[in-house]
């Protein structure tokens, strides 16, 4: 699973932090903590630092600096309209490509064995 689901989440990742941030604000280590969370355990930081990067410059989100005990000031990202637009994009396209796969799955002829 490891190499096709690296392949799969480049194409869904955006949606899925989109969807942590319509829950809350929320700043990258956080983020990563959250999809940690939920399973994605082998997410780079790097990786959600870059793709925050990226809908920043796209408009998906609003970003506040807030003070950080630890170091210099933390960026806060919060789901905008645009981003909120976007996620319901990603729903409806998930939607549709889970109920297709999901059919594929039950009406694939099982395999046989020593084939």
């Known amino acids: 699973m490891g190499k096709q689901i690296t392949e799969m ?5 955006e949606g899925i932090v989109l969807a942590i941030l319509a829950t809350a604000p929320a700043y990258g280590y956080e983020i ?6 939920q399973g994605f355990t082998d997410i780079a930081e790097g990786t959600v630092y870059a793709l925050l990067v990226r809908i920043e410059k796209r ?16 960026k806060v990202y919060s789901l905008n309209a645009e981003g909120h637009v976007q996620l319901d994009e990603f729903w409806e396209t998930w939607g549709f490509l889970a109920t297709r ?4 799955q039950h009406t694939a002829a099982p395999r046989q064995e020593g084939h």
């Open 101 to 104: 796969i999901a059919q594929l």
């Open 9 to 13: 989440l480049k194409g869904t990742l």
């Open 32 to 37: 990563t903590a959250r999809l940690r969370d």
């Open 59 to 74: 408009g998906l989100v609003d970003v506040t600096k807030v003070p950080s005990e630890q170091g210099p000031p933390r």
